[in-house]
């Protein structure tokens, strides 16, 4: 199968990734290239606590990536998963996203989680049309909260959740 945990190697490709949606993208909010170091802190920081990082290969050249973090730093936030995934600029449409989502939410029914949620700026109708997918709801819309590309920028909240805890 592509899809696998990423590793220390894969910071590089993974922050090239991430730099297009940087540069070309409301996608993220960030508006500074990453290197690879910075990517690797910030793999390593989710590791350390047991968040899941995946990566969609194919060959030797990542694809895209997938991964979950801390939605919120209170404790009682504790069992919340915020998610993001990127694919490599023009290999959209080829079912990556939807590869990287069923791993990545196995490897969250493996802890001890019970809501994951995605943030998405808006418009973003294919990732709006891949949480769906995986049974999301919108619950929040929160209007021009984001600037970029001199233009203000919403952002919805989609969540799903995953059981009943005791």
């Given at each position: 199968?592509?899809?696998?945990?990423?590793?220390?190697?894969?910071?590089?490709?993974?922050?090239?990734?991430?730099?297009?949606?940087?540069?070309?993208?409301?996608?993220?909010?960030?508006?500074?290239?990453v290197d690879g170091g910075e990517m690797l802190s910030?793999?390593?920081?989710?590791?350390?606590?047991?968040?899941?990082?995946?990566?969609?290969?194919?060959?030797?050249?990542?694809?895209?990536?997938?991964?979950?973090?801390?939605?919120?730093?209170?404790?009682?936030?504790?069992?919340?998963?915020?998610?993001?995934?990127?694919?490599?600029?023009?290999?959209?449409?080829?079912?990556?996203?939807?590869?990287?989502?069923?791993?990545?939410?196995?490897?969250?029914?493996?802890?001890?989680?019970?809501?994951?949620?995605?943030?998405i700026s808006l418009p973003n109708d294919a990732s709006?049309?891949?949480?769906?997918?995986?049974?999301?709801?919108?619950?929040?819309?929160?209007?021009?909260?984001?600037?970029?590309?001199?233009?203000?920028?919403?952002?919805?909240?989609?969540?799903?959740?995953?059981?009943?805890?005791?």
């Amino acid at each position: 199968m592509p899809v696998r945990p990423a590793t220390p190697e894969d910071a590089a490709a993974v922050a090239e990734i991430y730099n297009y949606y940087i540069a070309n993208s409301h996608a993220t909010f960030e508006l500074e290239p990453v290197d690879g170091g910075e990517m690797l802190s910030r793999m390593e920081a989710g590791w350390k606590i047991g968040y899941p990082f995946l990566v969609y290969e194919d060959g030797t050249e990542i694809l895209g990536y997938a991964y979950g973090r801390q939605f919120r730093p209170r404790r009682a936030y504790l069992h919340s998963i915020e998610i993001s995934v990127y694919i490599r600029n023009g290999r959209e449409g080829k079912a990556i996203g939807t590869s990287l989502y069923e791993r990545l939410f196995a490897e969250i029914g493996k802890g001890d989680f019970h809501v994951i949620i995605g943030g998405i700026s808006l418009p973003n109708d294919a990732s709006v049309r891949l949480h769906e997918k995986f049974g999301f709801a919108k619950v929040a819309h929160f209007r021009e909260v984001g600037y970029k590309f001199g233009r203000w920028i919403d952002v919805g909240y989609w969540e799903k959740v995953l059981g009943e805890r005791g």
